[in-house]
């Protein structure tokens, strides 16, 4: 259960054959399709939840998909902040997931 | 001035852009296209990048062929310069005489050019004489308890992802809010695979009814529209897709995933009633309560906004500030026909024409027929004024910095402050990243129902100064004007110290 790309031999719009890449999520290769966002690949993969918050740490995940809301962000070679919904994903990308706590003595909700 | 020697400069390529792209091109001007995201389209033709050909895709839109002609043309054109990947992140004011007075051109736009969030983006600022802002809308969705779990999604997301990438954000999902813009979202996800087990518009038949029913002549002209709605519709019937009407998802479960929802009944001002409630199990739920258009730039660049906050234009989509026109959906929520009407009058009237020229009559009455559509769309789907009855006191309403609801009502009480800017320094709520783009309108009206006589500074959550984050790096960046392209050139060599604004 979960999201999951539609095969492509039973999409109604006649796509031609994908081209497969793997990006790499926490260590863990996860494979996509070329032309995918960074979100999409991590999606289909199975993880909604890829981010814990700051303040209860509670995970989260993709929620607008169109850069809006900012709850997608991921580390992406190396650059933090990057909104995975966004961003495209390429061949050998390393994603790392970003959970930022707060400064020592800082706000308790 | 000669049209081919006004540049104008579009910001935003979804329909509205497009149309006024290819209407200030018509007239002869150099035009400067500008979209953060890579693709042209926005979010309404959002499509399969080109390492995904299809054969049908045009089965997954609207109005396909217009957007192809649109793009197509645009892309072959010499005369309009395409920047993808482009984010506006700050607009100055028009510049000023010594005396005061306008000199008649809009403010500078700054730009980075770039792989979104990347580094080292490339900084622009463009002088344009003309400025089309065709911004668009994002999904509003109000707060209910777990609307933060994973697996909650706006619609646009679910859209997005269907129709962007091919991938269904669940199996087993539930659509909800309200407006006709969830049929789509049903229809997108049926299509990429989904069950939808269910459909629920909080409005009731007898609010339906009575947005739609007065003068139904008036809707004649809109008859494409309605093939629009009927195709949907059609595809409901097909997939078997349930349609409630006065329902509403009030809460999400789950532990760290979406793993069912609560559906209950709501009254016609969208209170929840108790006792009505059915739990489903889901492993999505896709929810949206209608549009929040996207008004930074306009108000960085000090257009006034109606009484409903959207942007105020005339008949040649003008806004209050002179050479900068807006179009589309931050005008007003009207559908795709109205923003590409909208986008045609203003590309053309930015271009150096006149909105009563003959080219525009056929726009004109479009324009009308649409707005006359919007108005009912408003009244048959706008948010009522019962739905606080979903939150718990541990409801969230800012996600960014996780504020809840009783947190904020705590602080509304405690301080006495009727300043949404104090309450938003006492909270931390609509400070976080999104910049209060999820929740800013939600804190307003929250806040302004809590507190005697409403908010008294007259502040609202749609001023961003600084249009989007971006890196402290790019920033100190100074910005190029040397990329090899006639407009940004050009742009720059009529920057004479006259016309400089304030910098």
């Keep these: 259960m979960g999201p999951r790309l539609f095969p492509f031999g039973v999409d109604p719009i006649r796509p031609e054959p994908t081209t497969p890449l793997t990006i790499i999520l926490d260590g863990v290769p996860v494979a996509g399709v070329a032309g995918q966002s960074v979100a999409g690949v991590i999606l289909a993969g199975g993880t909604l939840g890829f981010r814990r918050t700051s303040v209860h740490g509670t995970p989260r995940g993709v929620f607008c998909g169109i850069g809006i809301c900012y709850d997608c962000l991921v580390e992406v070679n190396g650059r933090r902040d990057v909104r995975a919904c966004q961003r495209r994903a390429t061949e050998g990308d390393v994603v790392t997931t970003q959970h930022d706590a707060l400064p020592p003595g800082g706000a308790a909700a | ?503």
Aim: glycine share 12%; proline share 5%.
């Design chain 2, 1 to 503: 001035m000669n049209a081919s020697n006004i540049q104008v400069l579009v910001i935003g390529a979804g329909p509205a852009g497009l149309a006024a792209a290819r209407a200030a091109r018509a007239r002869g001007a150099s035009v400067t296209l500008l979209d953060s995201s890579d693709q042209l389209g926005g979010q309404f033709w959002r499509h399969l990048p080109p390492e995904r050909p299809s054969a049908e895709e045009r089965m997954l839109h609207h109005g396909w062929a217009t957007f192809r002609e649109l793009s197509e043309t645009l892309e072959a054109d010499d005369g309009c310069q395409i920047f993808r990947g482009a984010q506006v992140w700050a607009i100055e004011r028009s510049p000023e005489r010594v005396d005061g007075t306008a000199v008649g051109l809009p403010g500078a736009v700054h730009v980075v050019v770039g792989e979104p969030d990347g580094v080292g983006r490339q900084r622009l600022a463009l002088r344009p004489n003309a400025i089309v802002l065709a911004t668009g809308a994002h999904d509003r969705t109000l707060p209910f308890p777990g609307w933060d779990l994973p697996g909650v999604f706006t619609g646009g997301a679910a859209q997005a992802l269907a129709k962007g990438e091919r991938l269904a954000v669940g199996r087993r999902v539930v659509v909800a809010g309200a407006g006709p813009f969830l049929l789509p979202v049903a229809a997108a996800l049926a299509t990429t695979g989904a069950t939808v087990l269910g459909v629920f518009e909080a409005n009731r038949a007898a609010a339906l009814v009575r947005g739609w029913l007065p003068n139904p002549w008036e809707l004649v002209g809109a008859a494409n529209k309605g093939t629009e709605l009927a195709g949907y519709l059609a595809g409901h019937l097909r997939h078997r897709i349930p349609y409630r009407l006065g329902r509403a998802v009030v809460a999400a479960h789950g532990s760290d995933r979406v793993e069912s929802v609560t559906i209950a009944s709501v009254a016609a001002d969208w209170a929840p009633i108790p006792g009505t409630e059915q739990r489903i199990e889901v492993d999505a739920v896709c929810v949206s309560h209608g549009f929040t258009p996207r008004l930074e730039l306009a108000i960085a660049a000090g257009c006034a906004l109606t009484a409903d906050r959207f942007v105020k234009v005339d008949d040649g989509q003008g806004t209050s500030v002179s050479s900068v026109f807006a179009a589309g959906e931050i005008t007003g929520i009207g559908g795709v026909d109205l923003a590409l009407a909208e986008g045609r009058v203003a590309g053309h009237v930015a271009a150096g024409g006149t909105a009563s020229d003959r080219e525009l009559r056929q726009d004109r009455r479009r324009r009308r027929t649409f707005r006359g559509f919007a108005a009912r769309l408003e009244a048959a789907h706008g948010i009522r004024s019962g739905w606080p009855g979903m939150l718990t006191d541990g409801t969230i309403v800012c996600r960014c910095e996780e504020v809840s609801f009783s947190a904020l009502c705590g602080a509304a009480e405690s301080t006495g402050s009727r300043s949404l800017r104090s309450l938003k320094l006492s909270t931390r709520v609509g400070l976080g990243i999104c910049q209060g783009r999820v929740c800013g309108r939600t804190v307003e009206e929250l806040l302004g129902r809590r507190l005697v006589g409403g908010l008294g500074d007259g502040v609202t959550a749609d001023r961003r100064p600084i249009a989007a984050p971006i890196r402290l790096g790019e920033l100190a960046a100074d910005p190029v004007a040397d990329v090899a392209t006639s407009g940004v050139d050009e742009f720059d060599q009529r920057n004479s110290e006259s016309t400089r604004g304030p910098t």
